[in-house]
């Protein structure tokens, strides 16, 4: 197996959907000759031809709407929007259109052949509109599946399973990782489930959950409390939308609390759905408040990055708190 | 495209500036109001046979109309749109095309649907969002669609169909396949961003696509002069670099004529084509709307004076091809149908509870089921509060 980082196994995956697959199709602003702004498409419209990997004008409506269209036609569509701050102007097409597609028309037409993959989160000094978590809109829009892997091993698996999968699926690539984070990846073909978080860590005294970059700070966090005999369970939830409850409760119903850490503002953020839902299921379980540590509700600053972001000292004192409660 | 070989026009040398006037857009007319083909008109490929059967669906697509707005009035059907004095944009748009191609409607275009030979039984399902439904009762009436004839599901949110036409036609070439997708909307949908989107998308990346704007001078209330100052719609598919024609969208033979070639050259070249129908919405905008309170009876009173199925029906008489007595029992007969049918559709059940969860994805997830779980719960309790469904699950 190689080393390689996030991009290669993204680029990887891509290869193997478009070798197996002569309808499918890469496309978006600078994804054709040039690879990519981040040269996740490096070298497949060499491989594959013009047709099939292409740029496209600058238009995120146009990109995600000819998406649409081009998967409920049968071809699958893999449409990359080139920072997920920029996916907004496309916000009708996927919540109205992609969403619901499929319950609209009585499964007369779907566009399950849909993959919209697009850079996400923070800590690269981006401020506002380079950085953002916007998971938690799509969150709220039943027919989506939203995926958000957290290293080169998940993301090549965890998107040759979102192209496969027979329904639209948001794809976040945690953009802090894509060179940073290097690990082994099979060469060859594999896939992981969505809608399956995945215990990281077992541990009986507390649980973190996380997801994309932010399970490197949690994990961080964990090692720091274990310092202090605090045996922290580490959950990668992966999958957004829609997610996988049983696994979480599981865990909770075991360690009595739980600290959910993402990058997104904390006000109706995607820890807030959890939150409610586990002290649902696990009231009787539960030893203390469920914890959210989370970015402030701002717009993501660039000069105070540091202090705005949730990293592992923030999450070790809510941990800290969470067992002394 | 190099930046040297960017500007290939004339060069000059005092500031000239350009307008709209500069670009003059005729207007295809080819059948006059008494049925009569202009001298040297360029008649489409048509016979006694396609004749007969695009009148058909005109005909029965304003039977259709009238009946609904009855039993909207009537209080039986929730929403009806006609599409009175259109109607030769749907029906002959959709008379150009092979069957293969595909369609796509904004919301005003059945005559396309009843072209194809959407079953009456369909439509009344559809109207009633009953259990027959194919759409399963989701969508409010009008939102038709179907897999088998190649017309795409109607949504109600403006334009998003106009970049999807455009990559389900690129989908189409890639295949290889005899096939374009044709895609209609209104010129109000027209300044959405997604025309826009739509329209650059298909000239840069080359996709078979036919874009039809039904210019009738209204969005709801708003005339076309606080739409847009440009010269219609026309005018700016020659800005994207797209071959643009318009037409007098009450002429079925223009119509024809247009599409046919429209159709020929999208699938020889694999580019888009855009055709700006010209013509006016007799009717309201929707039975929720009454147009009495932006226009005048006189205005409406010119444009019927236009009817586009009583141009065709003129021009079939001078072809001897039809009469007023095959005109009558044809109507009449339309009529006995329709009224029919919406007899029977409305009686058919609601849907089955359990298909407010299936669809939402391939498979319905954990949550869905456990949330319609509830759901049967609660209405097994208080069965009066919920009619349709109680005790039928």
């Known amino acids: 197996m190689a080393q390689i980082n996030l991009l290669q196994a993204i680029n990887s995956a891509l290869d193997i959907a478009m070798a197996e697959n002569k309808s499918t199709v890469c496309f978006g602003e600078d994804v054709g000759h040039f690879g990519g702004v981040f040269r996740a498409t490096s070298g497949l419209q060499e491989k594959y031809g013009k047709a099939r990997c292409f740029n496209t004008p600058l238009v995120e409506q146009g990109i995600i709407g000819f998406a649409n269209g081009l998967a409920a036609q049968g071809s699958v569509a893999i449409a990359e929007i080139q920072f997920a701050d920029y996916i907004f102007p496309a916000f009708d097409q996927i919540v109205n259109e992609a969403a619901k597609f499929r319950y609209r028309s009585g499964n007369e037409f779907n566009v399950g052949k849909l993959t919209i993959r697009s850079p996400y989160g923070g800590g690269i000094a981006g401020g506002l509109y380079h950085s953002q978590s916007p998971e938690a809109y799509f969150a709220h829009t039943p027919g989506l599946k939203v995926v958000i892997p957290r290293n080169p091993y998940q993301a090549k698996g965890l998107l040759l399973a979102s192209i496969r999968d027979d329904n639209p699926v948001i794809f976040f690539e945690p953009k802090r990782l894509y060179r940073a984070s290097v690990g082994e990846v099979p060469e060859e073909d594999y896939q992981l489930p969505l809608g399956k978080a995945e215990v990281v860590q077992t541990g009986t005294d507390i649980t973190l959950l996380a997801w994309g970059a932010q399970m490197e700070i949690i994990e961080k966090a964990a090692q720091m409390a274990s310092n202090d005999g605090i045996s922290c369970e580490v959950v990668d939830l992966r999958t957004i939308l829609p997610w996988d409850i049983e696994t979480i409760s599981n865990s909770v119903m075991k360690t009595g609390r739980l600290l959910i850490s993402q990058e997104a503002p904390l006000t109706a953020g995607f820890a807030s759905e959890i939150a409610a839902t586990i002290q649902s299921e696990c009231f009787l379980h539960l030893e203390s408040p469920i914890a959210r540590v989370c970015g402030l509700d701002t717009p993501y600053p660039l000069a105070l990055e540091k202090e705005y972001v949730s990293d592992h000292l923030k999450v070790y004192e809510a941990i800290i708190k969470s067992v002394n409660f | ?393």
Not at chain 2, 194 to 223: K, W
């Open chain 2, 1 to 393: 495209m190099s930046t040297e070989l960017y500007n290939d026009g004339p060069v000059v040398h005092q500031a000239t500036f350009i307008d709209g006037t500069s670009v003059e857009i005729p207007e295809l007319r080819i059948l006059d109001q008494d049925g009569i083909t202009y001298p040297g008109a360029d008649l489409p490929d048509i016979d006694q046979a396609l004749a007969t059967k695009i009148y058909h669906s005109l005909a029965f697509h304003r039977v259709l109309d009238e009946r609904m707005v009855a039993s909207q009035r009537q209080g039986r059907l929730s929403f009806y749109m006609t599409a009175l004095g259109e109607e030769a944009t749907s029906v002959g748009g959709a008379a150009g095309l092979k069957p293969q191609d595909m369609i796509m409607m904004q919301y005003r275009e059945q005559g396309a649907l009843i072209y194809r030979g959407f079953d009456l039984e369909d439509l009344m399902n559809q109207l009633f969002s009953n259990a027959g439904d194919l759409g399963k009762g989701r969508q409010m009436p009008i939102h038709y669609g179907s897999k088998a004839l190649n017309c795409m599901t109607v949504s109600s949110p403006l334009a998003t169909q106009i970049p999807q036409a455009t990559g389900y036609a690129y989908g189409q070439k890639l295949q290889g396949a005899d096939a374009v997708t044709i895609c209609y909307f209104g010129e109000g949908a027209a300044s959405e961003g997604d025309f826009h989107a739509g329209l650059n998308m298909a000239a840069v990346q080359e996709a078979p696509v036919i874009f039809f704007c039904r210019n009738n001078g209204y969005a709801i209330s708003t005339p076309s002069d606080e739409q847009f100052k440009g010269n219609g719609i026309a005018s700016r598919g020659v800005g994207y670099g797209i071959k643009t024609i318009r037409i007098d969208g009450n002429d079925i033979l223009a119509v024809l004529k247009a599409t046919q070639i429209a159709r020929a050259y999208a699938v020889k070249e694999s580019k888009p084509v855009l055709i700006e129908a010209m013509s006016y919405r007799l009717g309201a905008h929707s039975t929720s709307d009454d147009p009495s309170g932006y226009r005048t009876k006189e205005e409406e009173a010119k444009w019927q004076s236009h009817d586009p199925i009583l141009r065709m029906k003129n021009w079939l008489i001078k072809q001897n091809w039809w009469d007023e007595a095959q005109e009558t029992t044809l109507f009449e007969k339309y009529r006995e149908e329709v009224l029919a049918a919406v007899k029977v559709a409305e009686k058919i059940d609601k849907p089955h509870i359990d298909t407010m969860i299936t669809d939402v994805y391939d498979v319905p997830s954990a949550q869905l089921q456990a949330q319609l779980e509830e759901v049967k719960a609660h209405v097994n309790k208080y069965p009066e509060a919920y009619p349709f469904t109680a005790g039928k699950f």
